[in-house]
């Protein structure tokens, strides 16, 4: 369900836009179509030079005093083959050791002598060194290294105590039954323990996080592991399973007793820790600490007894990431959403006045390297008006040279759409952003059928200050085939702060809909919408929308295709599913009106709902769909469903493609 966030420039490498002429479905996804670029990731090798890569992977150097490139390599392979191949690989540059999965266990290599640290690993019920608690809380891995690489912290998760969940290939001769681990909410959770290895002594403790063998304490999550800048000690958030209550504890790295707990922090609703803490490069005893307690993610400064200095950054915005310290450590540099949040700015604050200052001059969405000293930064972007742009600036944010900048993609598109971003207010007045997509040679006098597309749910934001104003390509697409595509991100998601956000706690579907009928009634307002032919898109949390949308506003939508949708959150799984909904037994008349299943009677004869499923799904698995249409067809419903056998909760590669039209068609068939 949480999306996966890539870095920009990953993203750009990944981004299909339209160049010339027509666009079609094949064309927006086979390549043909791309942001023109020369500029790949770059890093500051020391504090005049940086590398940079081109499409054909040449390797150059840029001068930033001569303000010149000059070729290193024609051809760069930036995979070591000491590495490839090898599965949860985790390096330490300074020590040269490094950590990886083999055969389900876990081997470590120092010196070239590879060992063999477990030995009781398997595929699927003991799994060693890779992210656990289903990549929430911001743990995106199971490897941490010591800064200096002596130490080792590892994850080991137990899910033997988890029933198994059946999938099935059909791939084989016989279909093959592929069991996976599925805490559902509510039901019995795997257990998590940290060891850490001493390279030196070539000896593993386990911290001793339980402080009882309790099914409670055994079921608490682990999260934001971090060493001390000696690598001596280890601090873990750990969190509770109703995940309002949280501690900040310190372990000893050698004998894994724990030393303190630091602090604590306790919500009424939940508490997300996604951030490990940041030590002060110039003074070990002292680290930056991420939380929401005054609604919004900023900064705090504390010291390693757990006394609060000081609060580093406030207001009604987010830190979003922590990039790093110049030299002297006097600053520290991060993204942000202080300007907008559509917006995702970098700043420096200066750590002993707390004055924050802007570096990137333009708007939109950056990604920044930066030097040692902090005198040069190198800014890659996009925007709502640059698809693609890459400049050097100093320290003060100007503009030292532009090293490169894409032309517009829909310079040479003779039926280019226009997009406009907006603002609506909820029924309780909060501002709610939109965005409008329309085609080209829009005519006011014209009635146009909608498609809404929705997500709506935690961790996302579809609107941003982007290129295609975050619309991506099919979206776009639509547009030029004479729909208005519309999308308003409501209550429940990212980058507005704790309120806004945690508007769904145990009501999710609630505040969404409320604030995505707000869009539907500004849309039935405007003279050029025809309010007959209304469609409504979404995938995952936007297939739970969809559908809840569709069929707790009957009448309402004309047409809605739902992909992977959850239908009962008592089927989703344990630290989402908890976080925003508690559990059957808890919130039973959260779960019983959020149940897209309790809607069903309100299906039309003359419906048009279209819903896709990968059959290997394994975030929403397939029983919420194939339970759904069982009831549909139980209650002579009409529903139309379509299965992608080899995928999982995203579809992929070509089949991508198939999607893509399936979808547009059924929209021309049933909309149009």
């Known amino acids: ?81 000491e590495y490839r191949g090898k599965a949860f690989v985790e390096v330490n540059k300074k020590s040269g050791n490094y950590a990886y999965i083999k055969n389900n266990n876990l081997m470590v290599v120092a010196n070239g002598v590879e060992k063999q640290l477990t030995t009781d690993g398997d595929s699927i019920n003991i799994i060693y060194g890779q992210s656990v608690h289903r990549n929430e809380f911001g743990i995106d891995k199971g490897l941490f290294f010591a800064e200096d690489g002596m130490h080792l912290a590892y994850y080991r998760m137990d899910q033997s105590m988890v029933g198994d969940y059946p999938l099935v290939n059909t791939q084989e001769r016989e279909a093959k039954l592929v069991n996976i681990k599925y805490p559902m909410a509510g039901m019995k959770s795997h257990e998590v323990l940290v060891y850490v290895y001493n390279f030196a002594t070539q000896k593993t403790v386990m911290l001793k996080t ?10 608490m999550y682990l999260t934001n592991i971090a060493f001390s800048p000696d690598g001596k000690v280890v601090y873990i958030q750990k969190l509770n399973r109703l995940q309002n209550h949280m501690w900040m504890e ?34 070990p005893n002292q680290f930056l600490y991420f939380s929401e307690r005054d609604g919004f993610d900023h900064l705090y400064l504390y010291d390693t007894d757990g006394k609060l200095i000081k609060q580093v950054t ?59 000293e902090g005198t040069y930064f190198v800014d890659s972007y996009t925007s709502t008006d640059v698809a693609y742009a890459t400049v050097l600036l100093n320290n003060k944010g100007q503009i030292v040279k532009e090293l490169d900048k894409s032309e517009d993609p829909f310079a040479k598109l003779d039926n280019a759409p226009t997009i406009t971003i907006d ?25 146009y059928p909608v498609i809404i597309y929705v997500y709506n749910g935690p961790h996302a934001q579809l609107i941003t200050d982007s290129w295609t104003a975050g619309a991506g390509n099919f979206l776009p697409f639509l547009a030029t085939q004479d729909y208005i595509v519309w999308t308003l991100d409501g209550r429940g998601s990212a980058n507005r702060g704790y309120e806004f956000e945690s508007a769904i706690w145990h009501q999710c579907g ?42 707790r506003n009957p009448g309402v939508f004309k047409v809605a295709t739902a992909g992977g949708p959850v239908i009962d959150w008592k089927w989703y799984e344990v630290m989402y599913g908890e976080r925003y909904m508690g559990t059957p037994e808890n919130n039973a008349a959260g ?82």
Request: hydrophobic share 30%.
């Open 1 to 81: 369900m949480k999306r996966s966030i890539l870095s920009i420039c990953l993203l750009f490498l990944a981004i299909n836009t339209f160049a010339q002429g027509k666009l079609d479905i094949e064309h927006l996804m086979d390549g043909t179509y791309r942001i023109q670029r020369s500029i790949y990731p770059h890093s500051f090798t020391d504090n005049t030079h940086f590398n940079y890569f081109t499409p054909k992977g040449e390797k150059f150097s840029y001068d930033v005093k001569k303000l010149k490139a000059t070729l290193v390599t024609e051809q760069q392979d930036n995979s070591s083959s």
């Open 314 to 372: 406030k207001g009604d915005w987010m830190v979003n990431e922590i990039a790093g310290f110049n030299k002297k450590a006097t600053e520290c540099y991060i993204y942000a959403t202080k300007d907008s949040p559509l917006e995702k700015n970098f700043y420096s604050i200066n750590m002993k006045n707390g004055k924050i200052t802007r570096i990137t001059p333009n708007h939109g969405t950056h990604y920044v390297t930066f030097n040692e």
């Open 210 to 219: 339980r402080k009882d063998n309790s099914v409670e304490e055994r079921e």
């Open 423 to 447: 603002t609506l207010h909820a029924q309780d007045g909060t501002v709610l952003y939109t965005r409008m997509i329309k085609p080209k040679d829009f005519n006011p006098n014209k009635k």
């Open 250 to 283: 310190a372990y000893n790295a050698d004998n894994g007793e724990k030393i303190k707990v630091l602090f604590e922090e306790t919500s009424n609703k939940y508490f997300e820790p996604e951030h490990p803490i940041v030590f002060l490069p110039n003074n």
């Open 510 to 551: 609630d505040a969404e809909i409320s604030d995505q009928m707000r869009g539907v009634e500004y849309l039935k307002s405007l003279p050029y919408v025809d309010s007959e032919k209304i469609g409504v898109d979404g995938w995952s949390y936007g297939g739970f929308m969809t559908l809840s949308l569709t069929l």
């Open 591 to 672: 779960f019983q009106k959020a149940s897209v299943l309790n809607y069903i009677d309100n299906i039309p004869e003359d419906a048009h709902i279209l819903v896709m499923q990968g059959y290997l799904d394994n975030t929403v698995v397939a029983q919420h769909s194939l339970e759904f249409i069982r009831q549909c067809v139980e209650k002579k419903k009409p529903v139309d469903y379509f299965m992608y056998t080899n995928h999982e909760h995203n579809v992929r590669g070509k089949d991508r493609v198939e999607l893509y039209k399936k979808i547009f068609n059924y929209y021309e068939d049933y909309l149009k």
